[in-house]
């Protein structure tokens, strides 16, 4: 079983930036294997549904979100075992709380994955 640990949020201004993290761990959830999968970033706004933001694959090739592309960089430290999340020109749209996740996958337009994390809030004030 992984523990998927997301921290960094906290109370900007438009315009700021943030560096969430979200550290993996668990007895069976080895480097190896973090190394091997996919990572994602997503966040759920109040009254609002889970939104990916950004995958990294293993070979360490990344996707984006229309909304977040050009301001938000994935990027991943695998001896760590440690995903991040570079957000930058916040919004107040970027409200949420933002959680990583371990292997996403989309089947139409739901994202499953082998372990969510818990959330770090972040919350943009104009």
């Known amino acids: 079983q992984v523990q998927l640990v997301a921290s960094g949020g906290g109370m900007v201004q438009a315009g700021d930036s943030l560096r969430l993290s979200c550290a993996a761990s668990?007895?069976?959830?080895?480097?190896?294997?973090?190394?091997?999968?996919?990572m994602g970033w997503f966040r759920q706004a109040p009254g609002k549904g889970r939104e990916m933001l950004s995958v990294v694959d293993a070979s360490g090739a990344s996707t984006y979100a229309d909304s977040v592309k050009g301001r938000f960089t994935i990027s991943r430290d695998n001896d760590n075992r440690v995903v991040y999340l570079q957000m930058n020109s916040l919004k107040p749209e970027d409200t949420a709380n933002y959680y990583c996740?371990?292997?996403?996958?989309?089947?139409?337009?739901?994202?499953?994955?082998?372990?969510w994390g818990q959330g770090t809030q972040v919350t943009v004030s104009s």
């Open positions: 668990g007895p069976t959830f080895r480097r190896t294997t973090f190394s091997s999968i996919a």
């Open positions: 996740a371990v292997n996403p996958t989309r089947t139409g337009v739901v994202w499953t994955a082998g372990s």
